[in-house]
């Protein structure tokens, strides 16, 4: 991957730029993400947050609760509606990890995911490279050896 990444919404309102590479590229096969993708699964970069620099508006918060209860939110652009990352805080410069949807980079070439979560909901006709990490639902831990908070529900 060459650095820096740039990306955004749809529209252009939003636009950032990525200084270092992701920590974990994962896809999301969960009904909810099927549903929010319109697609089979949903992918995303796990991203240190002062390796994030953006511009533009404001993006909007988007919650709803995930099957433990806690509360997932995304975060979509108020022009386009194009789902940029998900996590609990507002973008920001600070560190700490979020998921950056990889649709939204404006180069997704050199993307592979390496771990695959909620493959009970997988669609059955995509088949899994070998050895990637493979998980029938959420991680039990997040996979907080990433950087990704523990208490955080991935999708």
């Not at 947050?49 to 997932?72: I, K, N, Q, W, Y």
């Not at 990352?85 to 410069?93: A, C, F, L, P």
């Amino acid at each position: 991957m060459k650095l820096p990444q740039s990306g955004g919404c749809q529209c252009g309102a939003f636009r950032y730029e990525l200084c270092a590479g992701p920590s974990l590229v994962y896809t999301c096969h969960c009904t909810e993400c099927q549903h929010a993708t319109s697609s089979a699964f949903s992918m995303a970069l796990v991203i240190e947050g002062d390796a994030f620099t953006f511009e533009g508006m404001e993006l909007r918060p988007v919650s709803r609760a995930a099957d433990s209860g806690r509360m997932v939110t995304r975060w979509i652009c108020r022009g386009c509606g194009t789902w940029v990352y998900n996590g609990t805080r507002r973008h920001s410069r600070t560190s700490g990890a979020f998921r950056l949807r990889a649709g939204t980079l404006d180069d997704t070439s050199w993307l592979r995911p390496t771990a695959h979560f909620w493959l009970r909901s997988k669609q059955p006709w995509i088949i899994l490279p070998t050895g990637d990490l493979r998980f029938e639902t959420q991680p039990a831990d997040n996979l907080a050896s990433t950087g990704s908070r523990a208490d955080e529900v991935i999708g």
